[in-house]
């Protein structure tokens, strides 16, 4: 097995160019600069000291580059996980305290080593237990948190709270206390990045500025408000006014180390911390693929465990918290030029000089321009749009993500994540514990089967096909057994069934006992089971019982072939065309004894 599917820089690194290089270093400048003041802003959100953002983004973009499998991620803090980072941490002690840092360093190592150990069992799949609807409406939800939680410092009051009831209760408290200085400079700062995002790349544009080198500088708007603020602040002696400020930000890089093992405290974040790493993997992974569609490349999902895994432990080996591939710097990195993971480890060093060099710059950085870069950031994440659509689509996937909204909203993160992936498995046990059937029959002039209620179709007088849409499992079969019951009291001239199963891709012991049953039971009645159209590998799975001994019919490879073998007549008038037909809706001829039953399998 080659080596280079465990260390992809093995593959890229072989064709590294000098071009490549370059494009690499352009790239990795453009995302320092935008991640210097994302990462102390994703560190507040966190309620975590400001440096630990950045620690959060110089080892994990090393370690990813060697790990892992997309060419434009960019790996570090994202919003979400701050979020989550900081509402599991608060449980164990006081943001910003000792025990609070060391809890958000448990928290990485935790769902660093869950990832890695996922990864190493290939089990990417697991992803797929949250459904689109799902993580949307956490997303929304989760934005709507975070950009209430930001308010506090863009009106420079005191405010607390997991959910978003909680945290508008103590903004409406607080009110009163607004500090005048700080509201403007955090308006202003709003109204600039939300002025930069949408118009100033149509500005530079109408100025003549090409396509590429517009689209970066609209991005790096929160770079431009920073040095404005940090002017303002200093020319003008706000922070005497009671303006926040970041104030002092160690100059030093993060000291590699394992934190206390306290048995109590690791088993009390292994929950939160098992919830961080599928959320962290599905939104790498779902802007991973994005990027790589753009490019025609590919990315391997359980190699990805592997390298978020590996960067989210080596990020709380080197003070750092959980991080994942976020999808506004990864954006920034692909419009830039990045061609390989190497330009992540250039940003890294990058970083790693600002932590050195350029801290003291930020000392009069105002925390209300941290709070406008997330909450920019985050509204863009809320998509209403989304919920009206599911909306419309599906009431079943609306209802995981109306109740993924409500109790995140309501609850806080954790117990919002948790309803969403609970409710879709129960609404996808319910919907498959009743699943689609339809009666059949031939059209008129064809070999073809169609649904009784829809087209016109001829049915033969004793023969009844009920075309199975689902597989049968332990939560379907039992409403297949009972359908069978209802036909044979309303068919006593029934002599065969014929279970059609082109959709059915699996059988489980509980479907095999329920088609046992049927079987049983149509023979007591002196009528026959029959199937059609089995797939070969649910084929072989009813070979390995007794039931294709015991089946009283015959199990035949095409529809047409098992009315043709049961009923020649009926299937050759109907080929022909010169058969009566039944037209949809109406009860398939010739027995009156089915009326009702037709609008069952719609």
């Known amino acids: 097995m080659k080596l280079s599917r465990y260390l992809p820089i093995l593959d890229w690194g072989r064709r590294y160019t000098g071009q490549t290089l370059v494009s690499d270093l352009n790239a990795a400048l453009i995302v320092t600069i935008m991640l210097i003041p994302q990462s102390l802003a994703y560190a507040m959100l966190a309620g975590l000291p400001p440096q630990v953002g950045l620690y959060a983004s110089i080892l994990p973009l090393i370690v990813y580059a060697l790990f892992g499998t997309s060419r434009q991620l960019a790996v570090g803090p994202v919003a979400i996980l701050s979020l989550m980072t900081a509402a599991a941490a608060s449980r164990i002690a006081a943001p910003g305290s000792p025990a609070y840092v060391e809890a958000a360093l448990v928290l990485a190592l935790l769902s660093g080593a869950i990832l890695l150990v996922m990864g190493l069992l ?44 909680s945290q508008l209760f103590s903004l409406a408290r607080d009110l ?125 999902a359980n ?7 590996a960067a989210s432990l080596s990020s709380g080996l080197s003070s750092g918290y959980p991080v994942t591939g976020g999808l506004a710097r990864s954006a920034v990195n692909l419009d830039a030029g990045a061609e390989t993971p190497a330009a992540g480890a250039f940003t890294a060093i990058g970083i790693a000089l600002a932590t050195l060099f350029l801290t003291p710059f930020l000392y009069n950085l105002p925390q209300a321009v941290l709070a406008a870069t997330i909450i920019i950031a985050v509204l863009s994440l809320v998509n209403l749009k989304e919920v009206v659509k599911v909306w419309r689509f599906s009431k079943t996937d609306f209802a995981a993500m109306g109740g993924t909204i409500t109790v995140t909203l309501s609850f806080g993160v954790e117990w919002g994540i948790t309803t969403g992936v609970v409710l879709s498995l129960f609404l996808h046990l319910y919907n498959t514990s009743r699943p689609h059937f339809a009666i059949v029959g031939q059209v008129p002039g064809s070999q073809h089967f169609r649904n009784v209620n829809r087209h016109p179709v001829v049915v033969p007088d004793a023969i009844l ?7 049968l499992y332990f939560a379907s079969a039992n409403f297949l057994e009972e359908t069978a019951a209802q036909i044979l009291a309303n068919r006593p001239d029934l002599k065969h069934l014929i279970l059609m199963c082109p959709a059915v891709n699996r059988i489980d012991a509980s479907g095999l006992e329920s088609l046992e049953a049927i079987n049983r039971r149509l023979d007591d009645a002196g009528a026959k089971l029959h199937l059609s159209e089995v797939k070969g590998p649910v084929m072989d799975a009813l070979k390995r019982s007794h039931f294709p001994a015991e089946l009283t019919g015959k199990v035949y490879l095409h529809q047409f072939e098992a009315i043709r073998d049961l009923d020649p007549d009926c299937a050759a008038a109907a080929l022909s065309g010169s058969a009566p037909t039944t037209e949809p809706g109406a009860t398939p001829c010739p027995s009156q004894r089915l009326a009702g039953m037709a609008a069952v399998w719609k």
Do not use: C, Y
Request: hydrophobic letters at 50%; a positive charge; glycine letters at 10%.
């Open 176 to 300: 009163p206390r607004t500090n005048i200085p700080t509201l403007v400079i955090g308006l202003a700062s709003l109204a600039f990045l939300a002025w930069a995002r949408s118009g100033l790349k149509p500005l530079l544009r109408s100025l003549g500025v090409p396509e590429t080198p517009a689209t970066l500088v609209s991005r790096a708007g929160p770079v431009f408000a920073v040095i404005a603020s940090i002017v303002a602040v200093t020319a003008l002696g706000l922070a005497d006014r009671g303006v926040r400020i970041l104030g002092d930000v160690p100059r030093d890089l993060p000291a590699l180390g394992i934190p206390r093992f306290d048995a109590d405290v690791w088993a009390q974040l292994a929950g939160s911390a098992a919830l961080i790493a599928l959320i962290g993997f599905v939104e790498s992974v779902s802007v991973g693929r994005t990027l790589a569609a753009k490019k025609r490349q590919r990315i391997d």
């Open 122 to 165: 290939r089990m990417g799949f697991l992803a797929n237990f949250l459904s689109h609807p799902v993580v949307s409406g956490f997303i929304t939800a989760s934005g709507l948190i975070i950009a209430a939680s930001q308010l506090k410092h863009i009106l420079g009051v005191q405010a607390e709270g997991h959910n978003l009831f």
């Open 465 to 471: 096909t009920i075309r199975v849409d689902e597989s």
């Open 303 to 309: 190699q990805e465990l592997v390298a978020l895994g």
